[in-house]
């Protein structure tokens, strides 16, 4: 098994570092942190850190075909524009379960926005998967969820990966690009409790998953066709959450941290937990796709 050493670009000291997306017709990062209500803006090549606050627990942030933000929180899926920080929330398909906020989330190949949810009380099983289309139509994909987690498409764009920490499983789905269809759930990553929590998720060019492992101190690489692990990134913080391929070749593999999951929880002694982490794997990423909304 391949290790790789990563080096800290950003001392953010994140509460729940998350999210990790590449912009690449802007070159930077972006980023949040769910606890503080940050939606960040990284750009390696100045070091420089740009912030804009939400009204709400923000998870996710992807880019939309219009030029601004999607974004996932704790009441729906939200557009912000990033200059001047507008926020309007467009749906929430859990209105009706309060305890619940939305956790990670992409679009698809089609521009469609698939994005699950988790339970603040950790309780298990009252999550979900959904697909919301442009227009803002939900479907409910997976339920009983206890953690919907990291997410994506294999280089072909015929299987979709996707994580729920609660089971320690990535699972994979035929995808039907044309509908949005998923079918077929197998697991195909088993990630043992010894080694962490499997969390956020990026596909690479030769089709493997890079996996970040909460309290496993790293980023570890999986073949899907066989569930072997294949390499790790070692990282100084035990909590590892969302890993994304950038630079300019896509080669640079970026992941946030965190120094605690909840509010109520302990934060971590850890010098380093929070921070932006990056490492050269020898393997390029996938670009990724836009809400087409």
């Known amino acids: 098994m391949e290790t790789f050493s990563s080096d800290c670009v950003l001392p953010a000291r994140a509460i729940l570092g998350e999210g990790a997306c590449w912009f690449p017709a802007e070159q930077r990062l972006y980023w949040v942190d ?11 090549a100045t070091g420089r850190d740009e912030v804009r606050k939400t009204p709400c627990h923000v998870s996710m942030v ?17 557009r912000m524009d990033f200059e001047s ?15 619940n906020r939305f956790n990670d989330g992409k679009p698809d190949p089609r521009g469609r926005l698939f994005a699950g949810t988790i339970a603040y009380d950790g309780s298990d099983q009252k999550a979900a998967l959904w697909r919301i289309e442009p227009d803002l139509n939900s479907t409910k994909l997976i339920d009983r969820v206890g953690n919907s987690n990291g997410l994506g498409w294999s280089p072909e764009q015929r299987t979709f ?32 409790k010894s080694i962490g929590r499997p969390d956020g998720l990026a596909v690479d060019a030769e ?16 073949n899907p066709a066989n569930g ?8 100084p913080a035990a ?17 946030t941290t965190a120094q605690k ?3 109520d929880a302990e934060p971590s002694p850890e010098p380093e937990a929070g921070n932006l982490f990056a490492a050269k794997v020898g393997v390029k990423g996938l670009q990724g796709f836009a809400f087409a909304s």
Do not use: S
């Open 34 to 44: 769910i606890l503080r209500c940050e939606v960040h803006r990284f750009d390696p």
């Open 62 to 78: 992807q880019p939309t075909t219009r030029g601004d933000l999607v974004l996932a929180t704790r009441d729906g899926i939200a």
């Open 85 to 99: 920080g507008k926020f309007v929330l467009l749906c929430d398909p859990e209105a009706n379960l309060p305890g």
């Open 161 to 192: 990966y996707w994580t729920d920490t609660k089971t320690g499983c990535v699972f994979a789905f035929d995808y039907d690009a044309l509908t949005g269809g998923i079918a077929n759930r197998r697991a195909v990553v088993e990630v043992d």
């Open 207 to 222: 089709g493997c998953l890079w996996t970040a492992l909460w309290a496993g101190y790293g980023v570890a690489r999986w």
């Open 228 to 235: 072997e692990m294949l390499a790790k990134v070692e990282c």
């Open 239 to 255: 909590n590892v959450t969302c890993p994304a391929f950038g630079g300019p070749d896509l080669d640079v593999l970026y992941f």
């Open 261 to 263: 999951g909840r509010d």
